[in-house]
């Protein structure tokens, strides 16, 4: 397999960083055999497995507790605008059926090896691994996923007591999902949070569509679907990092601990969703057995090849990405105008690929340099699993107060407040004026449907 990169790379690049490189994972490959001889259990805990599952990461990593009312002096919350990404899900039906098949067959071969490292323990529990999850199912809100929005909600009551009343109210009220079960489920959960489960049948919703406006923009953008969405060039970098030496190194660490030589990278690849779906899925229990084919860097490695890719398709990678997010801005800067006539409450369930956007419109989690292939040991503040767990949340607060400021805005992501670019870096709340300067010119002018046209010329 060595040999082969070694051609391959010979034949598309023949960079000297590359040879020298594969080389020196030959070389720490063999000297770490020594350490395995003997079937060990993975040390790998919890929390070396959990903060690392990207977009597959659960909220309950990052989410905020303290759910003390959030006071200033001289000022009340009277509005707030936020984006919510659903709560954990079953995976895609592509997953689900790679876990079915391609993870059933290597369980029986890891089984069947006399040669294996894994501990007896690990063993057992491979025995009576299966993956449950029906096709028909694909996507769907999890129970651990219902959790998420309900206590999220308890604690955004909490924290707001006065905005967020306990009672349903249409005039106050308004909340939105996709066209999908994961968004409807997670609105049904947060209401019930809000409200009590038994008081959510009243609640009106607008009709939900696959591809909102607002909740969903990007759907609607032709113009990013052709250059970044459908563009093969868009996904260069993560790729090119499954033949980097971290990579190398992970599949050769799963290749030793199972003793199953023809293991791809692919395969990791599969291993590491599938750990990271069954992890999130169950919060008192051990960690999905799959987990136990990785160690705290390995398990690094794959989290920075999603970061990699969620970089150049939802994040800072492409300008049109971030800035059609304006639709979005746009409709939370109508909602939290105190003169305008909205509800005082307004939620949207959407997704992980508005959230992203969204933050990356904002300005925040950006690194000085794009994210690269190159990249993976340098600090970075671009980490999709803690900007884009499950039930990743984005709040604009608007508040009244008795000051010649005017109107104030906390915005709040994950539950905490947090400093936006433009506004004051000393201090939690942004007045409205500013804010809005910072981001009108985007705001203003947003034209969608210039921007995501896709001209003649651009099509040849
Ligand atoms: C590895 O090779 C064996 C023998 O050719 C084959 O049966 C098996 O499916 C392969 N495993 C993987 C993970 O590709
Ligand atoms: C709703 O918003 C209006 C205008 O901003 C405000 O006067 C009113 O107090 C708000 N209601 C609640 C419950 O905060
Ligand atoms: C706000 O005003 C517009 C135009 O007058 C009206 O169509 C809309 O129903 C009002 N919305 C609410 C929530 O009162």
């Known amino acids: 397999m060595i040999k082969c990169l070694v051609h391959l790379f010979l034949l598309i690049d023949i960079g000297c960083f590359v040879l020298h490189a594969v080389a020196k994972t030959e070389q720490v490959a063999s000297d770490s055999v020594d350490l395995l001889l003997e079937p060990r259990c993975s040390q790998l805990k919890r929390h070396d497995i959990e903060p690392h599952l990207s977009t597959k990461t659960p909220y309950r990593v990052v989410a905020n507790l303290d759910d003390k009312p959030i006071t200033y002096s001289e000022c009340r919350p009277t509005r707030i605008w936020s984006v919510i990404r659903h709560g954990t899900r079953n995976p895609s039906k592509e997953h689900i059926e790679g876990a079915k098949s391609k993870l059933g067959r290597l369980k029986e071969e ?3 090896n006399p040669q294996t490292k894994l501990c007896p323990e690990e063993l057992a529990r491979l025995r009576r691994w299966r993956f449950d999850v029906n096709s028909e199912e694909e996507k769907y809100l999890t ?17 707001f007591p006065n905005l967020l009343v306990d009672e349903y109210d249409p005039n106050l009220y308004y909340f939105k999902y996709t066209k999908t079960q994961r968004t409807l489920k997670s609105a049904e959960s947060f209401t019930s949070g809000l409200f009590g489960r038994e008081n959510i049948a009243p609640i009106e919703y607008p009709e939900a569509v696959h591809k909102d406006p607002v909740l969903r923009f990007y759907k609607l953008c032709n113009k990013w679907k052709i250059d970044v969405d459908k563009n093969p060039r868009t996904f260069d970098n993560s790729e090119r990092f499954l033949r980097e030496p971290e ?19 692919e ?25 136990s084919l990785f160690n705290p860097d390995t398990i690094k490695a794959f989290e920075f090849f999603e970061d990699l890719e969620y970089f150049w398709n939802d994040g800072y990678g492409y300008e049109i990405t971030h800035r059609m997010a304006c639709a979005a801005m746009k409709n939370m800067f109508e909602h939290i105008d105190p003169n305008s006539n909205k509800s005082n409450a307004t939620f949207y369930f959407t997704h992980s690929g508005t959230l992203l956007k969204v933050l990356a419109h904002l300005g925040l989690y950006k690194d000085a340099e794009p994210l690269t292939y190159r ?28 000051n010649e400021n005017g109107p104030m805005v906390l915005t709040l992501h994950q539950e905490r407040p947090i400093r936006l670019p433009g506004c004051p870096q000393d201090q939690d709340l942004c007045s409205l ?3 809005k300067e910072q981001y009108e010119q985007h705001v203003s002018s947003c034209d969608f449907d210039e921007l995501c046209h896709i001209h003649r010329h651009d099509e040849n």
């Open 110 to 112: 890891i089984l069947t």
């Open 143 to 159: 129970s651990e996923g219902e959790q998420e929005l309900e206590e999220l909600a308890e604690r955004m009551q909490k924290r």
């Open 247 to 265: 990579i190398i190194d992970a599949v050769n660490y799963i290749r030793r601990r199972t003793q199953i030589q023809n293991i791809t990278a």
């Open 267 to 291: 395969d990791a690849k599969l291993m590491y969703t599938i750990c990271g779906f069954e992890t999130a899925w169950y919060r008192g229990q051990e960690p999905s057995v799959w987990c």
């Open 375 to 402: 990249d993976f040991g340098r600090e970075r503040v671009w980490r999709t699993s803690l900007i884009d767990a499950f039930a990743t949340n984005l709040a604009f607060v608007l508040y009244e107060c008795n």
């Open 433 to 435: 004026k500013t804010l």
